[in-house]
């Protein structure tokens, strides 16, 4: 049974049904690297799959395909760190024997997985064993497990193995499975001296070397016991045999330390020195955790968020959320060059790969430690010479960001891929999701508007932004008949439609979203050229090669870039209100859950192509990111009238036609029926925080954690429910609170303030912390108040 508190998350019994679930919930990582809540004694079984991934780590291997060669690259699952097993001496290892009992949880205050069971072996003796581990949070190198035996009933000896497992191969999500998947080759596994052992490998093709030293301790009653131990070696993974002398009801604590560093590391000689000095003056468990939890402590006062007066479900789950967040990008990750991978450093699933997620991500982090929504940019840019080749070879100017981006930032989108409904290799054309390199202007354009930072947008954020306009200036051609810029042969955000009916993997013409946001980077582009001090525009535009024409290009796109609709509708696309209608009664009767519709009308030899329905929200992605007034604003620059009974009348259609197949459309609906339809918004909100707890897809957690849906559901909280927008120089409130949520406090950075906000029914309270910073303009409901530190300023929620 699974239960979520308001720190803890946690499991009482052992389902073999849901382990791989619980195995991603409880992932401890530090965002430099995350284990699995593998059970220690397990292996790669089909119920149990340890998992362990750095950030950045990648390795590319080729496959045959339906008699093509395709290259996949993927995050690499490193040696297991974990593995620890025992045995009474004469009876059978653990996970042989009966497990009577389990209860596991997961401490979100202080980054703790905490697991106690009971096991009684073919003879009867039964042993209490509590193990407690953590992925250092302050020593991002560091991870521990610390295991305490309590014999029940017997005395006598214990043998307990601890090792080093250098089998790893990345097997996590079955419908990669017949696909290469070895990435590690073995370099050395030796003991070091009496304490210490060490494994490195090396990935086959990115030849990235990796250590893992390991010290495993004995102690009683605190006192460290020097035991018997000798080196074992079997089935691959080195480790040490320890025998132990127990006796009924008196504890013995077994201490792993593992120190983990791989050559991408800066600062060091070579992975295994590393990691054997740092192992080398590494303290003991206690201490250690000591430290682990005073850094949980440190992080958890950024990414401060109460709510009070509602259950504590909401709260625990949204803390949970935040938990996984900060354990894939957290203040170690800043300088390893790694996007966002969507599922987290939690498991395999898009293989690592870093897509348009970091959209949903990003406020988060920025609005609370810029540095690392900055470290993301730059990930970014780092990879902008690939997307300016990528742009060349399709023909066009400028950037063209891949849709899946992994180590160097070429294209890692697969061509084909399985539908398991049917067992049939598909194409897959999804990198036509040219939107994605939108999404990174976009974020460059919150950043600075966020932290105010000059420096970064002349340094970097300007390029890319440019850049991508240059490319989207170039996609678009201009259309005599509709007198209008229009956009060919594209993906949206909804992966069910790759093209029309007669011509499936081409693209659309005109998706809504991609063209709306067209037209509003070019004006970013506009307004970065204009801030940018003289010198460095000059600068810009000679490397860019930039000519005069081009502003010019970009001003005439932002007025006349067209936008289809149809019956006071947005449209998706051209001519999607021209597809079938969906019998949606129909499939709902035939099929449990319809939200792979997709794979449904494939497994039936049909296509989602022919109908008007969505995978995930596409048009609404407008409202979520842009606010009523600001989209409007944008239509009428493009000479369009959006009527507010537009937008419902969108939203509305859009609703009845989504199967939500992606945990984004909850997140993004939720914010998109704020404003009028509270109840459905909540609903969508709860079903949110759903995604993973609950597993809502069924059976997709396992393999990572949906990090966007994650991130995503604490900003309805905060962007959408509490309505802060951050624009034209000022915080914005709009607030929409719904009454049920109770009290929202959360903490949070804009321009160098620290802000505290309260958020209830009754209204909204923002209070600047103490400090030098020049006053900020804060803006809510026609009010602009200039805020200096150490004042606050209270918005009451006006009387109905
Ligand atoms: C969604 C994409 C998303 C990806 C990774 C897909 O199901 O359609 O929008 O980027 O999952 O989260």
Not at 162 to 170: G, V
Not at 191 to 215: F, G, N, Y
Not at 452 to 481: K, N, Q, S
Not at 598 to 620: C, F, H, M, T, W
Request: charged share 25%; hydrophobic share 40%; proline share 4%.
């Amino acid at each position: 049974m699974r239960t979520v508190n308001a720190w803890t998350l946690s499991y009482d019994g052992f389902d073999p049904a849901e382990e791989g679930l619980r195995e991603a919930l409880c992932t401890l990582g530090n965002g430099y690297l995350a284990t699995r809540g593998s059970a220690p004694e397990s292996r790669a079984d089909g119920v149990h799959y340890p998992g362990t991934y750095a950030a950045g780590v990648y390795n590319r291997l080729a496959d045959t395909v339906d008699g093509r060669t395709v290259e996949n690259e993927s995050l690499v699952n490193l040696p297991d760190w974990l593995p620890l097993t025992f045995a009474a001496v004469g009876g059978e290892w653990c996970a042989d024997a009966e497990g009577l009992d389990q209860w596991l949880e997961l401490d979100l205050r202080r980054g703790v997985l905490t697991r106690r069971w009971r096991v009684r072996d073919a003879a009867g003796r039964t042993t209490t064993v509590t193990q407690r581990r953590f992925v250092h949070m302050r020593h991002e190198h560091l991870c521990g497990l610390q295991t305490t035996f309590t014999p029940e009933n017997w005395s006598g000896r214990l043998r307990v193995r601890s090792s080093l497992d250098i089998t790893a191969r990345n097997l996590g999500v079955v419908r990669y499975r017949g696909l290469a998947d070895a990435h590690l080759r073995s370099l050395s596994a030796e003991p070091v001296d009496a304490q210490r052992l060490l494994v490195v490998v090396a990935t086959t093709q990115s030849h990235i070397r990796m250590a893992e030293a390991l010290r495993t301790s004995v102690l009683r009653s605190g006192a460290q016991l020097d035991v018997p131990r000798e080196v074992v070696r079997e089935a691959g993974r080195l480790g040490h045999e320890l025998i132990v002398d127990v006796t009924a009801g008196e504890p013995v604590t077994v201490e792993k330390l593992v120190a983990v560093y791989t050559s991408r590391d800066r600062a060091i000689s070579d992975p295994a020195t590393a990691a054997l000095d740092r192992l080398a003056w590494a303290g003991d468990f206690d201490d250690l955790l000591a430290e682990h939890v005073l850094a949980w402590r440190q992080l958890w006062r950024r990414f401060r968020v109460s709510l009070r007066g509602t259950d504590h479900g909401a709260l625990g789950t949204v803390r949970l959320h935040l938990f996984h967040l900060l354990q894939t990008m957290s203040p170690h990750s800043a300088d390893l060059d790694a996007g966002v991978p969507a599922r987290g450093l939690h498991g395999e699933a898009y293989r690592g790969h870093v897509l348009w997620d970091e959209l949903f991500v990003f406020p988060i982090l920025n609005l609370r430690t810029p540095h690392l929504s900055r470290a993301l940019l730059r990930y970014r840019y780092r990879r902008l010479p690939e997307a300016r080749r990528a742009a060349r070879e399709a023909g066009y100017a400028g950037a063209m960001y891949p849709w899946q981006s992994g180590s160097d930032g070429r294209e890692e989108s697969q061509r084909l891929h399985l539908n398991p409904m049917s067992g049939r290799w598909v194409a897959d054309p999804t990198h036509l999701q040219r939107h994605v390199g939108l999404a990174v202007a976009y974020n460059v354009w919150q950043y600075y508007q966020v932290t105010g930072d000059r420096v970064f947008l002349d340094e970097y954020g300007a390029e890319m932004i440019i850049e991508v306009a240059r490319f989207f200036a170039d996609l678009a051609t201009f259309d005599r008949v509709k007198d209008r810029y229009i956009i060919r042969g594209v993906m949206g955000p909804d992966e069910f439609h790759t093209g029309y009916p007669d011509a499936p993997d081409r693209g659309v013409d005109n998706n809504a979203y991609t063209n709306v946001l067209t037209a509003w980077v070019m004006r970013r582009a506009l307004d970065t050229l204009q801030l940018l001090p003289d010198g460095r525009r000059i600068e810009l535009a000679e490397s860019l090669g930039l000519r005069t024409e081009e502003p010019e290009r970009w001003e005439e796109i932002s007025r006349r870039m067209y936008v289809p609709m149809h019956d006071s509708v947005i449209s998706q696309f051209e001519g999607y209100e021209r597809l079938a209608e969906f019998d949606w009664d129909g499939y709902r009767s035939r099929y449990s859950d319809i939200r792979r519709l997709d794979r449904i009308l494939e497994s039936e030899g049909d296509s989602p192509n022919r109908y008007q329905l969505s995978k995930q929200a596409d048009v609404l992605m407008l409202l979520y990111l842009f606010s009523a007034d600001e989209l409007a604003e944008l239509f009428a620059r493009l000479g369009y009238r959006l009527e507010p009974h537009t937008i419902d009348r969108t939203v509305e259609y859009y609703v009845r036609r989504t199967t939500h197949g992606s945990t984004l459309s909850a997140v993004v609906h939720a914010w998109v029926l704020a404003r009028n339809h509270r109840e459905q918004a909540l609903k969508y909100f709860l079903e949110a925080l759903r995604s993973d707890v609950a597993d809502v897809q069924g059976g997709t957690t396992a393999e990572g954690v949906h990090l966007a849906a994650m991130a995503g559901s604490v900003d309805v909280l905060q962007r959408c429910f509490a309505g802060i927008e951050t624009r034209d120089d000022a915080l914005w409130l709009n607030p929409y609170w719904p009454p049920t949520l109770g009290t929202f406090d959360f903490d949070m950075r804009y321009r160098e303030h620290p802000l505290t906000l309260r958020i209830s029914g009754a209204g909204i309270q923002v209070t600047a912390g103490a400090g030098q910073q020049p006053p900020v303009r804060v803006c809510c409901r026609g009010q602009s108040v200039l805020l200096h530190p150490g004042q606050a300023v209270e918005f009451p929620e006006p009387a109905l």
